[in-house]
Antibody, heavy 120, light 107 residues
Framework: DVRLLESGGGLVQPGGSLRLSCAAS????????INWVRQAPGKGLEWVSVIGGNGGRLEYADSVKGRFTISRDNLRNTVYLRMNSLRAEDTAVYYC?????????????WGQGVLVTVSS | DIQMTQSPSTLSASVGDTVTITCRAS??????LAWYQHKAGKGPRLLISKASNLEGGVPSRFSGSGSGTEFTLIITNLQPDDSASYHC?????????FGQGTKVEVK
């Protein structure tokens, strides 16, 4: 079975940093793009970032560009999201989601999410 | 970015009813549209891809249609387990934007 497990969330002050991890199993990890998607309280889903299977292509939403960095370790089957200069509006549940293809297709498997709270 | 507009934002229906959720794209996305079911405390579940292709294991009560800019998710014979939020998503171009979601309550 495909499994995605997020970790690394928590409470952080504005301006602070966090690193989220997404550990994957049950599929050929390097063949698939992995996304981060977030849901702020009372809001809809917002795509945040994607990394291609070999790590060569990265994309970011305008709302996080320059502050967040996505990376992956294909030996550890793990994707990371480094979040710097955090703002209150980054407060959300963050999900990692596997793409059907490398950089195309819908998101066919999701983790259960991890909560990030940015507050003083 | 392509904007996705979903309606209604909430709906309440009875067991056995048929419900319809609409999703409009701000520009042509051909059939590159997905529908997800999202329950509290879990990750979203892909129900439908390419506007009308039902994913494996998804009950046939769910169906999708549309192309271009107008799309519809229909749930027939509504069941208590269908209580969830439903989100459309365009995966045609960068931004891979979602609609704001529709919360379905089953009475």
């Amino acid at each position: 079975d495909v499994r995605l497990l997020e970790s690394g969330g928590g409470l952080v002050q504005p301006g602070g940093s966090l690193r989220l991890s997404c550990a994957a199993s049950g599929f050929m990890f390097s063949n698939h793009g992995i996304n981060w998607v977030r849901q702020a309280p009372g809001k809809g889903l917002e795509w945040v970032s994607v990394i291609g299977g070999n790590g060569g292509r990265l994309e970011y939403a305008d709302s996080v560009k320059g502050r967040f960095t996505i990376s992956r370790d294909n030996l550890r089957n793990t994707v990371y999201l480094r979040m710097n200069s955090l703002r209150a509006e980054d407060t959300a549940v963050y999900y990692c989601a596997k793409r059907v293809g490398d950089m195309s297709g819908p998101f066919d498997s999701w983790g259960q999410g991890v909560l990030v709270t940015v507050s003083s | 970015d392509i904007q996705m507009t979903q309606s209604p934002s909430t709906l309440s229906a009875s067991v056995g009813d048929t419900v319809t959720i609409t999703c409009r794209a701000s520009q042509n996305i051909n059939s590159w549209l997905a529908w997800y079911q999202h329950k509290a405390g879990k990750g979203p579940r892909l129900l439908i891809s390419k506007a009308s292709n039902l994913e494996g294991g998804v009950p046939s009560r769910f169906s999708g249609s549309g192309s271009g800019t107008e799309f519809t998710l229909i749930i027939t014979n509504l069941q208590p387990d269908d209580s969830a939020s439903y989100h459309c998503q365009q995966y045609d171009t960068y931004g891979w934007t979602f609609g704001q979601g529709t919360k379905v309550e089953v009475k």
